[in-house]
């Protein structure tokens, strides 16, 4: 079982629809034991006005009538890489278009729970094979491995490390230098000489500032313009996935 909820967003206009794949969605955590969060957006300018990178699978109707499914995902893909998509059709000729994409997967309509558990069996598969990847750090009651997924940021205080989780602030020893050469190349920048901040964790940069979900840090202008270039070209899918 995934430690963290799963946070899945739906786009589609079809009240009927959301209602069938919640269902069935509720059955799958059920039965896999998952815990799943699930948020419904009727048009695609309800989901782009809340929308910041916060989702771990998105699924999208391809025909609405403000935009359709496909033009929605490669607007998403502009800024986030490594959601995962899907596609709600009744046509299935649409399932090559989704390549453009990297969709994870399509669905015809009216969605079958086969289908559905398939695909999400799917999703959770790639969401912790993510998560397996993990570093090994020493502090002084041992060691201990940290996924790298859980990382916000790690910074350099009175010559010790501070690795700052999702959950929680772990105390090591060592270099941020020695560190960073442990972590997935392009997946972590430096924002000035003492912090290096995951990128999947940042929400946006404000003048001198870099935005975290509950914090700001401080960006050096030394720094700016390689964070700047850094981020661009993480979330432009050219960074480790």
């Known amino acids: 079982m995934r430690?963290?909820?799963?946070?899945?967003?739906?786009?589609?206009?079809?009240?009927?629809?959301?209602?069938r794949v919640r269902q069935f969605v509720s059955k799958y955590a059920q039965e896999k034991e998952q815990l799943i969060e699930?948020?419904?957006?009727?048009?695609?300018?309800?989901?782009?006005?809340?929308?910041k990178s916060q989702y771990?699978?998105?699924?999208?109707?391809?025909q609405m009538p403000e935009m359709n499914g496909m033009k929605a995902a490669e607007k998403i893909r502009l800024s986030d890489q490594r959601v995962l998509l899907v596609f709600i059709t009744r046509l299935?000729?649409?399932a090559l278009e989704g390549y453009k994409v990297h969709a994870l997967d399509y669905l015809l309509k009216p969605v079958s729970y086969f289908?559905?558990?398939?695909?999400?069996?799917?999703?959770?598969?790639?969401?912790?094979?993510?998560?397996?990847?993990?570093?090994?750090?020493?502090?002084?009651r041992g060691s201990s491995r940290i996924f790298v997924s859980s990382i916000q940021y790690i910074e350099v205080q009175n010559h010790k490390l501070y690795i700052h989780t999702s959950k929680d602030t772990i105390e090591a020893w060592g270099s941020l230098t020695e560190l960073e050469r442990q972590l997935p190349p392009g997946m972590f920048s430096?924002?000035?000489?003492?912090?290096?901040?995951?990128?999947?964790?940042?929400?946006?940069?404000?003048?001198?500032?870099?935005?975290?979900?509950?914090?700001?840090?401080q960006l050096s202008r030394?720094?700016?313009?390689?964070?700047?270039?850094?981020?661009?070209?993480?979330?432009?899918?050219?960074?480790?996935?």
């Open 115 to 140: 289908d559905l558990s398939y695909m999400l069996d799917k999703a959770f598969q790639q969401l912790q094979s993510r998560e397996r990847l993990s570093i090994v750090v020493s502090h002084k």
């Open 222 to 241: 030394r720094k700016k313009k390689e964070f700047c270039n850094n981020l661009a070209r993480y979330f432009g899918g050219n960074a480790y996935v």
């Open 3 to 19: 430690e963290e909820a799963l946070r899945a967003a739906i786009l589609e206009d079809d009240p009927s629809a959301v209602q």
């Open 38 to 51: 699930v948020v419904h957006f009727p048009t695609p300018s309800s989901f782009f006005a809340e929308f």
């Open 56 to 62: 771990d699978l998105i699924l999208l109707d391809i």
């Open 190 to 217: 430096r924002i000035n000489a003492g912090v290096t901040v995951n990128l999947n964790a940042v929400l946006g940069v404000m003048d001198e500032s870099v935005l975290l979900s509950d914090q700001s840090l």
């Open 92 to 94: 299935s000729q649409f």
